[in-house]
């Protein structure tokens, strides 16, 4: 599992979005999730297709929520974020362009 350490909100340019209570096997192919401390300043990429399997279908950003605890200070932050990723992680600069336009 990646672990990115992070400042604030706008980590690593990456665009955040906010949606709450969404399915996890809707969110896994478009979006990526990780889990935040604030007073830690960490952030770590959550592995969505593992969590499928552990929680089940029915999923939500919820459960993730609730389940999110910081491995520096042990505390349950609740906190999440969820990241547009694009179709195979693409609006991350992992591009494939058609040779048109
Ligand atoms: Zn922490």
């Given at each position: 599992m990646t672990v990115r350490l992070a400042q604030g909100n706008n980590a690593a340019g990456l665009v955040t979005v906010y949606l709450y209570s969404m399915l996890l096997a809707e969110l896994a192919s478009h979006f990526e999730l990780y889990a935040v401390c604030g007073p830690c300043r960490r952030m770590a990429r959550i592995d969505v297709h593992r969590l499928l399997d552990s929680l089940?279908?029915?999923?939500?950003t919820d459960d993730v929520r609730a389940r999110v605890r910081c491995?520096?200070?042990?505390?349950?932050?609740?906190d999440i974020r969820i990241v547009y990723?694009?179709?195979?992680?693409?609006?991350?600069?992992f591009h494939y362009r058609g040779s048109g336009a």
């Open positions: 089940g279908a029915r999923a939500t491995r520096a200070c042990s505390k349950r932050t609740g990723a694009g179709p195979c992680g693409g609006a991350r600069g």
